[in-house]
T-cell receptor, first 112, second 111 residues
Framework: ETGVTQTPRHLVMGMTNKKSLKCEQHLGHNAMYWYKQSAKKPLELMFVYNFKEQTENNSVPSRFSPECPNSSHLFLHLHTLQPEDSALYLC???????????FGQGTRLTVV | QKEVEQNSGPLSVPEGAIASLNCTYSDRGSQSFFWYRQYSGKSPELIMFIYSNGDKEDGRFTAQLNKASQYVSLLIRDSQPSDSATYLCAVNEAAGNKLTFGGGTRVLVKP
């Protein structure tokens, strides 16, 4: 079992759909992150949770809504997305905030 | 705007040679530096981290940090075709305590 697990691996959704991405870490880490990776662009930090509390929201549109029920689980709720939101969404965790982070396999999201 | 800059490449390296990757950063107060490897279609994988000036070696990889000049580099010795990937530099910016990634350098190791 990998340290950080993301589901689903692939997701195609229409602009009016609501879906959720799930991330689970088995490393006992205290910080979790959502990143967005678009083609030809650097990794973009979206949200940071430290001990279940959101500590950063990097000016992310409200159509992306994170949820962290406990230190091991992180969700990203999606609604009314746009085609430009199509990207690889990566979850990561680290022992402390911004120490070495370990990534999940990512969810490849396509918005049609 | 804090920045982390990398040459996008591709950096073409013959098999068995040394691949040298560079990364510069703008925040002089940065404390932690990371190198990730990302194969096409896969997620980034941590391969090295360095906190102090100087060299840090791990197998065929050597990370070099020079805080005065604000650069961090990665050397891959005895490059193998399996090293072909994009290498991402990440810097923990002290001021905002934020981990910022560079755009990555694509490395191609040719047999």
């Amino acid at each position: 079992e990998t340290g950080v697990t993301q589901t689903p691996r692939h997701l195609v959704m229409g602009m009016t759909n609501k879906k959720s991405l799930k991330c689970e870490q088995h490393l006992g880490h205290n910080a979790m992150y959502w990143y967005k990776q678009s083609a030809k662009k650097p990794l973009e930090l979206m949200f940071v949770y430290n001990f279940k509390e959101q500590t950063e929201n990097n000016s992310v549109p409200s159509r992306f809504s994170p949820e962290c029920p406990n230190s091991s689980h992180l969700f990203l709720h999606l609604h009314t997305l746009q085609p430009e939101d199509s990207a690889l969404y990566l979850c990561a965790s680290s022992q402390e905030r911004y120490t070495e982070a370990f990534f999940g396999q990512g969810t490849r999201l396509t918005v049609v | 705007q804090k920045e982390v800059e990398q040459n996008s490449g591709p950096l073409s390296v013959p098999e068995g040679a040394i691949a040298s990757l560079n990364c510069t950063y703008s925040d002089r107060g940065s404390q932690s530096f990371f190198w990730y490897r990302q194969y096409s279609g896969k997620s980034p994988e941590l391969i090295m981290f360095i906190y102090s000036n100087g060299d840090k070696e791990d197998g065929r990889f050597t990370a070099q940090l020079n805080k005065a000049s604000q650069y961090v580099s990665l050397l891959i010795r005895d490059s193998q075709p399996s090293d072909s990937a994009t290498y991402l530099c990440a810097v923990n910016e002290a001021a905002g305590n934020k981990l910022t990634f560079g755009g990555g350098t694509r490395v191609l190791v040719k047999p």
